[in-house]
């Protein structure tokens, strides 16, 4: 935000139309309230009797969801925990499969195998009713039966048939078939090179001897990500077929993802229960959001000639939809698939907070024990996880579309899948006889835990003594004084300069919004304070993420190897889990807002980074080389030429800069501060969902409200410079 | 019109669903109990040792990571079963809640005793040897200054929703001190940890049994000692002026948690769990294994109960 507005200061005439008043205006706005509100003190703080008890409001609200909302008899916590429980099937199948072994008694349970039947029944005769019923009443009546039976002790055919065999469990798939199974992937995707990446990565999660948890993090992935994609596809759909669903939805997309995840965790709670798939559901609210913009987006850039030509071949409008119009944005809802895969993973550590297993719950254990070695390479592992399934992702989607309809036949065609199921079945006969086969052994893990320990105390002791000064003089004489400033401000003069702002920039409509939200969600609230101390971390967080993440990303588009190494860092950075920041932060700073800020730096930086570079490299050759001739020296090429053009890019990197900094706020209260992030985390413990809610909200609001400027300044200048 | 085709074959599918569900409930006696475990050494050692001790006699368990607090809307809610270490300093308030509010049962206490205060590191008594007192600790306040808080010393306070002032504690001691709160236990250990690396005085908030005793050198700091009249009477204490002049009890209660379901459920177990009782120096060591000799949590646990025979043995009769 601050080099828009050092912008908008130096070439008033070139940003908006009229800016010269545009600030008089603002000066004007900014005397007037600060008179005001030293002469009526409620202008200046809103008065405790004025707070409305919205945060109560919503608390009741869930308490009585809880325990007294029903529809007749139907209670709506019956449904809310049946949903839980129709999650958990192929959740505890995905379990069964990659690392817990079927024991005998959890047998019954077989009916399950049967849904996906009914889905591909469903999908396969494309709704056809008479099949779809028979396939259904077909699966109803053997469940009724095996359910029936069960109860007499009769029907147990699967259970009895272990039993006789002397089976008391079936084994999970052995290790090396995973392993496996990802290299034979990686090569039908993407050859040789990805292949052995793949299984590398994954092999090396039982080289740290992080197997068990691996795969009970896998397991949450495997099951939500197609939940999230369904979900996000429909509702993707609906979007752009009816304009009422898109007034309703899209912004529900920009708030659940401008909302904290961790404050989802108390309501979800509160309804689903704790465990593995509450877990699950807040994991897929968090990740859905983006599989549904990539799926509009894609319907609508569809050329319409390819949609015109199917119509003519006379489809309707649902073949249109799924033969022609989904398959040919097949790249860009891929590339939804791939934003949701890398968003589970990031959910990974704050949904183990409401009781999901694996590398999360490790990885909070390890901190707490100041394991930060073990921590690490916990880190670690989601990080790997998550690039293998990336590169997977990301390989799939930039196949030609040809590709994919292989011309080969027969068994060629279907060569991986026979060679993956060969492995499978010959590694897991192996496996009764040979141990090593089963499971990596304990003795052949290799870890660096104990080595990253000690060079991160040995580092933090000996740089302690030149960080100290420092740090105590950032804290003393820039954030105090700032944040100092934040608290004296006027809620009236905040009000105030953000709607005139949103007046110049949007219109009266966007006024309204901005200031609206930020009345209703943070003022009559009572969350003013929090939510100004928010602003003032998250604005200091940003003003050091653009001074460090623009130069970089300038640096990135001068050099390609500088670019190829400064990508693959921003990638790390953003997966690895963000918690992992907090100690080493804290021991160099200390508790304090310095510490809250470099910790939201080192996640927020990357967009300003990214967008920068972007922004640069997209600038057509042409204008670099007119601005050549013209006989420019770089630096004035850089400043003159290449910045405004780029300034509308940069500008929305700052803007996604701002969201992670907000996002961070909640993981920041970790170590200690009195924002709304703060307020979230404290909301846990009471399980008081309207505290933790309106907290959230309040985070959303700024966030909202910041994109809104944002976008309409981008918009309005990049009409300026004429591009799109 | 395909629409309504789906929703039928939606609604049939979801009646047949719900007309299997009841029976498959019914059909699980043998439903694992679910152990909550949490994320510190001797909480998970102990949710190790009680689950193998209930695998032992037949049950199957189950174990489900939770948040400190947020385990006891679990517990209440049945979604887990059992909580072995609930700690009157940091989850008083949330236990409390979930047993008058939604019904979650208090298992008993263990005889384990639980006290929180002031802590400092040993080193700090080289350079201030009168800080194991409350009024020595004072004297040499400036030594725990940092930029912010000069003059005043820094006391790296609980985390600020555990529900302890020190704040006013320290007002009412009229202490030279200002009390930080950080947002998590780990923030209080990185603190430390950092601090003890290069021997810098520190004051901070500690508690015990912990597995700070095993890795770190250091004692408690003595405040005068909570009576009666502390909390009440303005003369009582130090200042004649402020109630809450005096420390923190010395004997706070660890206790266990438990789903009212249980005892119909699995009677047995139910049993167990009512008996079982830890002390100080059982927890001490359980937590040592893991912390200093490097055993995974379940291992420690085998070991523990290895060691402890009889102790398991008591429980089951």
Redesign the interface.
């Known amino acids: 935000m601050n080099s828009a507005v050092t912008d908008l200061g130096k070439t008033p005439s070139s940003s908006i139309p009229g800016a010269h008043s545009f600030w008089v205006q603002i000066v004007a706005m900014i005397c007037l309230t600060v008179v005001l509100s030293l002469v009526l003190p409620f202008m200046k703080t809103w008065p405790q009797e004025w707070i409305v008890p919205i945060k109560g409001w919503v608390t009741q609200f869930f308490t009585w969801l809880d325990k007294e909302a029903a529809i007749g008899s139907l209670k709506f916590k019956t449904v809310t925990r049946s949903i839980s429980w129709l999650l958990e099937q192929p959740l505890d199948w995905a379990e069964y499969i990659l690392y817990r072994g079927i024991k005998a008694r959890d047998l019954p349970a077989m009916f399950w195998i049967f849904l996906p039947v009914i889905g591909l029944s469903v999908l396969h005769t494309k709704f056809g009713m008479r099949r779809c019923l028979m396939v259904v009443a077909t699966i109803w009546a053997i469940s009724l039966a095996d359910n029936v039976l069960f109860q007499f002790g009769l029907f147990e055919l699967p259970h009895t048939a272990m039993e006789a065999l002397g089976v008391k469990k079936l084994d999970a798939l052995p290790w090396i078939v995973i392993v496996a199974g990802a290299g034979i992937l990686g090569h039908w995707i993407g050859g040789w090179k990805l292949a052995l990446f793949s299984a590398g990565c994954i092999g090396y999660l039982a080289v740290m001897g992080l197997w068990r948890d691996s795969m009970r993090t896998f397991s949450i992935v495997l099951v939500s990500v197609p939940f999230a994609v369904g979900l996000g596809l429909g509702l993707g759909i609906w979007v752009t077929r009816s304009k009422r669903a898109a007034a309703i939805i899209s912004p529900m997309f920009d708030i659940m993802q401008a909302t904290p995840h961790m404050a989802y965790l108390v309501p979800v709670v509160v309804l689903f229960g704790a465990g593995q798939v509450p877990a699950m559901i807040a994991t897929v609210i968090f990740a859905m959001p983006p599989m549904a913009r990539c799926t509009i987006l894609g319907i609508q850039t569809v050329s319409s000639d390819v949609e015109e030509s199917g119509r003519m071949s006379g489809c309707t409008p649902r073949q249109l939809l799924w033969k022609v119009t989904l398959p040919s944005s097949q790249r860009i809802l891929m590339l939804g698939v791939n934003q949701v895969v890398m968003q589970t993973l990031a959910m990974v550590v704050i949904a183990s907070m409401v009781g999901a297993q694996g590398l999360g719950h490790k990885l909070l254990f390890s901190l707490q024990q100041l394991r930060l070695g073990a921590a690490v390479e916990q880190g670690l592992a989601i990080v790997l996880m998550a690039v293998v399934l990336d590169r997977l992702t990301q390989a799939y989607a930039n196949r030609a579309p040809g590709e994919l309809a292989s011309r080969e036949t027969g068994w060629k065609a279907k060569k991986h899948f026979w060679i993956f199921l060969a492995v499978a079945v010959a590694a897991y006969l192996l496996a009764q006889f040979v141990p090593l086969v089963e499971k990596y052994p304990r003795a052949y893990t290799f870890t660096l835990g104990r080595n990253i320990d000690f060079a991160l105390r040995a580092f933090s002791k000996h740089a302690y003594d030149y960080i100290n000064p420092v740090r105590d003089f950032i804290t003393i004489y820039m954030l105090i004084p700032f944040r100092d400033f934040f608290l004296w401000l006027p809620w009236t003069t905040v009000i105030g300069v953000v709607g005139l702002t949103a007046y110049w920039l949007g219109g009266i409509r966007t006024t309204l919004l901005t200031t609206g939200l930020i009345g209703f969600v943070i003022l009559i609230t009572g969350n003013w304070e929090q939510g100004v101390l928010t602003l003032y971390l998250v604005t200091s967080a940003v003003i050091l993420c653009v001074l460090i993440g623009v130069p970089i990303g300038i640096w990135a588009s001068r050099s390609d190897r500088a670019a190829r190494a400064i990508m693959a860092t921003c990638d790390t950075l953003q997966t690895f889990p963000s918690f992992i920041y907090l100690i080493p932060v804290i021991m160099l700073l200390k508790v304090g807002d310095l510490s809250n800020v470099i910790a939201i730096l080192a996640y927020a930086t990357v967009p300003a980074v990214r967008y920068t570079y972007l922004g640069i490299k997209r600038i057509p050759d042409v204008t670099i080389e007119a601005s050549i001739a013209n006989g420019t020296t770089p630096f004035q090429r850089l400043w003159k030429v290449e910045l405004p053009i780029a300034l509308p890019e940069i500008m929305l990197g700052i803007n996604q800069t701002i969201m992670m900094a907000l996002a961070m706020t909640a993981i920041t209260a970790l170590i200690g501060s009195s924002d709304l992030g703060q307020e979230i985390y404290r909301a846990l413990p009471t399980a008081d969902s309207g505290r933790g809610i309106m907290a959230g909200l309040g985070i959303a609001v700024i966030g909202i409200v910041a994109d809104r400027l944002i976008q309409a300044w981008a918009a309005e200048r990049k009409k300026q410079l004429g591009i799109n | 019109m395909?629409i309504t085709?789906?929703l039928?074959?939606s609604a049939?599918?979801a009646a047949?669903?719900a007309?299997?569900?009841p029976?498959?409930a019914?059909?699980e006696s043998?439903d694992p109990i679910?152990m909550v475990?949490n994320?510190?050494?001797s909480q998970?050692v102990l949710s190790f040792v009680v689950g193998k001790t209930l695998e032992g006699m037949g049950y199957?368990v189950e174990?489900?990571?939770?948040?400190s607090?947020?385990?006891f809307?679990?517990i209440a809610?049945g979604?887990?079963h059992f909580q072995v270490e609930a700690w009157e300093g940091s989850?008083k308030?949330?236990f409390e809640?979930a047993v008058a509010e939604d019904g979650m049962i208090d298992a008993g206490s263990h005889s384990a005793l639980t006290r929180e205060e002031w802590w400092i590191p040993d080193y700090v008594l080289e350079k201030c040897p009168e800080a194991q007192n409350w009024e020595g600790l004072n004297a040499c306040a400036e030594i725990f200054a940092?930029?912010?808080t000069k003059p005043k010393g820094r006391f790296?306070g609980p985390?600020?929703?555990w529900g302890k002032n020190y704040a006013a504690r320290i007002d009412a001691l009229q202490m030279n001190f200002k009390a930080?709160?950080?947002?998590?236990?780990?923030?209080l250990?990185?603190?430390l940890?950092?601090a003890y690396?290069?021997k810098e005085p520190i004051v901070l908030f500690n508690w015990t049994p912990n597995?700070i005793e095993s890795k770190f050198k250091g004692r408690f700091v003595d405040f005068p000692k909570p009576e009666k009249g502390c909390m009440e009477d303005k003369a009582w204490g130090p200042n004649p002026n402020a109630t809450g002049d005096c420390g923190a009890p010395h004997s706070g209660w660890l206790k266990k948690a438990a789903w009212s379901g249980l005892a119909e459920k699995y009677p047995k177990a139910w049993g167990v769990m009512q008996k079982i009782d830890f002390t100080n120096a059982q927890i001490a060591a359980a937590a040592l294994m893991v912390?200093v000799d490097g055993l995974s949590p379940e291992e420690a646990a085998d070991k523990w109960i290895a060691e402890n025979a009889a102790v398991v043995e008591s429980w089951k009769k």
């Open positions: 395909k085709k789906l039928a074959t049939i599918v047949s669903l007309f299997t569900l029976a498959y019914e059909a043998d679910i475990q994320n510190w050494t998970l199957t174990y489900s990571p939770s948040d607090q947020l385990q809307k679990a809610d979604d887990m989850m308030t949330a809640k940092t930029a912010e790296v985390p600020a929703d930080i709160n950080v947002g998590q236990a780990a923030t250990w990185a603190e940890q950092s690396d290069r597995f912390d």
